[in-house]
């Protein structure tokens, strides 16, 4: 279920009433066939450049990168501490988790999840990408599941902030065309998800947190995931 304030941003920018909703985000996109490319018209394959301000702060950010990185091999090696420190109940529970990351690492690998799509640029799912930035130049889309449609959202160019205020609909995919998917029907905590189309094709977006809004509905809505 989506949440109140997620719910009212829907509704009050989008017209919409969300089941659930999610930020996503895509790997880049592979350089098509030359061939391929010229037939979908030269579409952009790559999102608009970083707002200004966002460079801006990257830049002024550098000269303390140094410091940032020494802080962070710092928690690691606390980390590292606290796991030896812990208890036996929270190093099996921190092994489990190890080994089922490696697991689910290894199902995605061998199931080509690895990639961003399934590789065939003439299926609906390929044809899909080729049309993704031309859609919105902006690096993410809120996937949104709603009676009977997926309906993506993105603000009509890239920002660094207020995305919800400036996001429109830029793709309407009904349940006829195309499903939302946990490849792993939620045995894995989890990021990726699929916008899987009619032909078997398939696109793997990301969510912005594991066992996203979007996971959870689908463990709730097992129909859903077919």
Request: aromatic share 6%; charged share 25%.
């Amino acid at each position: 279920m989506t949440s109140r304030g997620s719910q009212r941003a829907i509704s009050d920018r989008l017209g919409l009433q969300a089941d659930a909703s999610a930020w996503c985000t895509i790997d880049q996109i592979p350089q098509p066939p030359a061939e391929v490319l010229r037939a979908a018209g030269t579409p952009r394959l790559r999102p608009g450049r970083a707002p200004a301000l966002d460079v801006l702060g990257n830049v002024l950010a550098l000269p303390f990168a140094p410091f940032v990185m020494a802080f962070v091999y710092l928690a690691r090696g606390g980390k590292a501490v606290e796991r030896l420190l812990a208890p036996t109940s929270e190093k099996q529970r921190l092994r489990t988790k190890h080994q089922d990351e490696k697991r689910r690492d290894a199902l995605a690998a061998e199931q080509g999840l690895d990639r961003v799509f399934d590789g065939n640029w003439q299926a609906e799912a390929g044809q899909f990408l080729l049309r993704w930035y031309s859609h919105s130049p902006h690096d993410e889309r809120l996937v949104l599941v709603t009676q009977g449609d997926i309906v993506l959202a993105a603000p009509p160019r890239r920002v660094s902030g207020s995305r919800e205020k400036l996001m429109e609909v830029v793709a309407r995919l009904s349940a006829a065309e195309a499903t939302v998917v946990d490849p792993f029907h939620g045995e894995f905590e989890t990021k990726i998800l699929l916008l899987r189309f009619r032909d078997g094709s398939w696109l793997r977006v990301e969510s912005e947190t594991p066992r996203s809004e979007l996971h959870m509905h689908l463990i709730r809505e097992p129909l859903a995931d077919s």
